[in-house]
């Protein structure tokens, strides 16, 4: 996997996952592979993120992990130090843009306007994160992104479900969508990884 469209490619749904230990993160990565889904994002919301994603990438060689939430230069570095395959960035900002493209890594770099998303176009980038995508219009706003910016290709996150979904991975311009339902807070801490293979195996079963 070497570029950020290719990512897209491989899951409709990314998982967004939260961890309050590191110890959980391959049992969590494993439940999801088991379920079919091939990559996860594990967010720098917490102090064990940087370790997790440390774990997953050499005890789980088989899912793609990659480091969200990633809002300033300093965790962008980190990330990919911890062995992070990709990053994802809730926004931008010129010097978080620099960050990441430093790493060398693909990301997916946040936008929730036209305006946000013509910037990034400017830096070359046609692969980015919609968020938050139902507070900035759901489904209805990226089809009239693809009007003008049909070059580009988005994940939307923030308020996608299962239920809603298809609606996005119907776009023409949604590679796969992003969300924390896969793994539950209540789930994770009961190590209940059968709950989280079967919301795996419910989102590897959509269409992308
Ligand atoms: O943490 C980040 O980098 C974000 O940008 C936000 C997350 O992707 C969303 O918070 C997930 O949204 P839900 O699936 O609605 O829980």
Redesign the pocket.
């Given at each position: 996997m070497t570029t950020s469209s290719e990512l897209l490619d491989l899951s409709p749904v990314m998982p967004?996952v939260v961890l309050d230990e590191a110890e959980v993160a391959p049992d969590v990565a494993r439940a999801l592979l088991a379920g079919g889904i091939r990559t996860i994002e594990l967010?720098l919301?917490t102090p064990a993120a940087l370790a997790a994603i440390e774990k997953v990438a050499s005890q789980v060689p088989d899912i793609v992990v990659g480091a969200?939430?990633v809002t300033t230069p300093r965790q962008a570095a980190d990330a990919a130090d911890a062995g992070a395959a990709f990053l994802?960035t809730?926004g931008t900002t010129e010097s978080l843009l620099d960050a990441v493209t430093a790493t060398g890594l693909p990301f997916l770099p946040?936008a929730a306007t036209v305006s946000e998303a013509m910037r990034l176009t400017e830096r070359g980038l046609d692969t980015l994160k919609f968020?938050p995508a139902a507070a900035s219009g759901g489904p209805a706003a990226l089809k009239a992104f693809a009007g003008p910016l049909p070059q580009l290709t988005f994940c939307p996150?923030?308020?996608?479900s299962v239920a809603n979904a298809p609606d996005y991975l119907a776009l023409s311009n949604v590679g796969c969508v992003?969300?924390?339902?896969l793994t539950p807070g209540d789930a994770v801490a009961a190590r209940d990884f059968e709950r989280i293979e079967a919301l795996a195996k419910e989102c590897s079963a959509l269409a992308a």
């Amino acid at each position: 996997m070497t570029t950020s469209s290719e990512l897209l490619d491989l899951s409709p749904v990314m998982p967004v996952v939260v961890l309050d230990e590191a110890e959980v993160a391959p049992d969590v990565a494993r439940a999801l592979l088991a379920g079919g889904i091939r990559t996860i994002e594990l967010t720098l919301r917490t102090p064990a993120a940087l370790a997790a994603i440390e774990k997953v990438a050499s005890q789980v060689p088989d899912i793609v992990v990659g480091a969200g939430t990633v809002t300033t230069p300093r965790q962008a570095a980190d990330a990919a130090d911890a062995g992070a395959a990709f990053l994802v960035t809730p926004g931008t900002t010129e010097s978080l843009l620099d960050a990441v493209t430093a790493t060398g890594l693909p990301f997916l770099p946040g936008a929730a306007t036209v305006s946000e998303a013509m910037r990034l176009t400017e830096r070359g980038l046609d692969t980015l994160k919609f968020f938050p995508a139902a507070a900035s219009g759901g489904p209805a706003a990226l089809k009239a992104f693809a009007g003008p910016l049909p070059q580009l290709t988005f994940c939307p996150t923030g308020g996608v479900s299962v239920a809603n979904a298809p609606d996005y991975l119907a776009l023409s311009n949604v590679g796969c969508v992003g969300g924390s339902w896969l793994t539950p807070g209540d789930a994770v801490a009961a190590r209940d990884f059968e709950r989280i293979e079967a919301l795996a195996k419910e989102c590897s079963a959509l269409a992308a």
